[in-house]
């Protein structure tokens, strides 16, 4: 029988949670890249996790405790369980507590598909994960490729938000569309990371949908110093007069987000947002695919599209 491995970040699923989330996130090298020794790296990012988990730990109480997406990446599995009517594991990249039962249960299965819930590739995210696996993981893993502009993903992303401007009552032409995709530093793509490029395919394929919005692609996250991936959504928000050509509603979309967390309902909701009212226009977040019934259909058929297929993970539709 096939089995399958979703991948994802994962998310504290408590306030306790928080300082070692972060801590297992700032010492990936994959995610923050010095030129420190190991020891150094880990001991410097260290602290700086305890010492910003108290800030952070702020923010996610602000929504509800805890992340959304640990317990939205287990229910994915089950109904994506039954769709595919095979077994379907989880793992959760930063959540060090779930590691050793989920090791365990990886390396008992000798073939396993791995889907990253990750459309876009990025070094820093599906990246991470495999070479985490290079060492850790003795089972033959088969990747799933990204996806970017594979027709499901579109289609899927699509509905969400034709069916979140029915919702609003929002006029194509008095609309524009933001998607707002999480940032990586500019040096990554100058090294050779493809995340601008297939960010910037789903960008491009999903606005071919609304061909009456207007539509706007920026980068959300910033940490620490250094050049990231412009035009920084925070700008934008601060610019929207200069951009929006008149139109009055301002829609968030979480491009790169399949799962609701706190860069959609923190960083969004209580950052970006208020800054797009104060310009006197109407902002709203439309949320991620989640646990929408048409994404699971969605992500069988890219799970069972041989295409996509391959024992390396860097290549993309």
Known sequence: MKHYLLVNFGGPRNLEEVAPFLQALLCDRDVIRTRFPNFIHNFLFSRIARKRSVTVA????????????????????????????????????????????????????????????????????????????????????????????HPAFIRATERRIGQFLIEKNLDHKDTVLLFSAHGIPQTFIDLGDIYKTVSERSFTEVLKAFPKTLGKLCYQSKFGRGEWLRPYTNEVCEDALNWNKGRKNVVFIPISFTSDHIETLFEIEKLYLPVIQTKNLNAYRCPSLNLEPYWI????????????SSSQMLYIN
Not at 67 to 87: G, R, V
Not at 115 to 128: E, K, M, N, R, W
Not at 297 to 308: G, K, P
């Open 58 to 149: 702020e923010d996610y109480q602000e929504i509800g405790g805890c992340s959304p997406i640990y317990n939205d990446t287990e229910n994915l599995a089950k109904a994506l369980s039954e769709k595919l009517n095979a077994p379907v594991l989880t793992f959760h990249r930063y959540l060090p507590s779930t590691h050793k039962e989920s090791l365990e249960k990886i390396n008992a299965i000798p073939n396993l598909t791995v889907i990253p819930l990750f459309p876009q590739f990025c070094y820093a995210t599906t990246g991470s994960i495999a070479r985490f696996f290079s060492t850790r993981v003795s089972s033959s893993l088969q990747w799933v490729k990204s996806y970017p502009a």
């Open 297 to 308: 259909e969605a992500l069988a058929e890219i799970a069972q599209d041989t295409n996509l």
